[in-house]
């Protein structure tokens, strides 16, 4: 295929749609890819650079009043609490007849939850133990549920909200959420700051696919690749035509019966 025939296409693709090409970008291969490249770290048994120093550097710039803060996050952002509001918000889009919002808050935060526990059960890493922690945990760490949590709840109702005049508000006060508790499971020792990392960006991704499908971005998105279908297939069915010995092409016989050309490759 011709370098400029390619450089061609892709630029009609920018072009037609860059907007959805930036969201599956950064809204969910970044993401992933984070996430795995971490898991492959800790997976591997190397640990993450910097886990321990940083855990290290918080605890010595540890006070009663950032205990606290980080104790509050804790107790705010558990199971119980996540599960009380997040039944609030589904019993208000319930009230008001937003089923479709329903579903993708349903889907985005409690999907979020179930690759928390496969995600922990698969890699099975342990807490740290470099102090008695003022809140401890005895599940596994990676990645923090907390932050998952956390992450997932402050993306959906930004996704949410983002066409309405609550969207800075959401969007500021979701991320504050998301990092004060990523920041409090580190403080308080009972996660490394690579599980919380993996928490934020294993939510983001989530989140960032089930908005792509949920959205008109997903039309968009067959669009794109209906038109690369057409673009791959068109240009191999000429070359090949073009290839093709005579007897072939033409349709007579050498010694053999015609062999059809290939058009399509994808059904």
């Known amino acids: 295929m011709p370098l400029p025939a390619v450089l061609a296409f892709l630029g009609h693709v920018l072009r037609r749609h860059l907007r959805l090409l930036l969201g599956l970008v950064f809204g969910f291969l970044a993401p992933w890819l984070l996430f795995l490249e971490i898991a492959e770290e800790i997976w591997e048994g190397n640990g993450f650079p910097g886990d321990q120093s940083i855990l290290q550097f918080l605890h010595a710039h540890a006070s009663p009043t950032m205990d606290a803060v980080a104790l509050w996050f804790a107790r705010a952002g558990g199971p119980w609490a996540t599960l009380v509001l997040e039944g609030l918000i589904i019993l208000g889009l319930l009230l ?41 945990e005895t599940s596994y760490s990676f990645p923090s549920g907390h932050s998952m949590a956390a992450a997932a709840l402050a993306a959906t109702l930004g996704v949410m909200l983002w066409r309405t005049r609550f969207r800075r ?99």
């Open 169 to 267: 508000p959401a969007l500021v006060l979701g991320t504050l959420w998301a990092l004060g508790m990523g920041w409090s499971r580190v403080y308080l020792g009972v996660h490394f700051p690579s599980d919380v990392l993996a928490g934020w960006v294993g939510s983001l991704g989530w989140v960032g696919g089930l908005h792509l499908l949920f959205a008109r971005y997903f039309m968009q998105l067959r669009h794109v690749w209906g038109e690369a279908r057409l673009y791959w297939n068109g240009r191999a069915a000429a070359r090949l035509a073009r290839e093709a010995p005579p007897a072939v092409a033409s349709g007579r016989k050498c010694g053999q019966e015609r062999l059809p050309i290939p058009v399509r490759f994808w059904a």
């Open 96 to 136: 008001v007849r937003q089923y479709r919002a329903l579903g993708f808050f349903a889907l985005a935060v409690g999907g979020a939850g179930l690759l928390n526990l496969f995600a922990k059960y698969i890699l099975s890493r342990a807490r740290p133990a470099l102090w008695v922690s003022l809140s401890p």
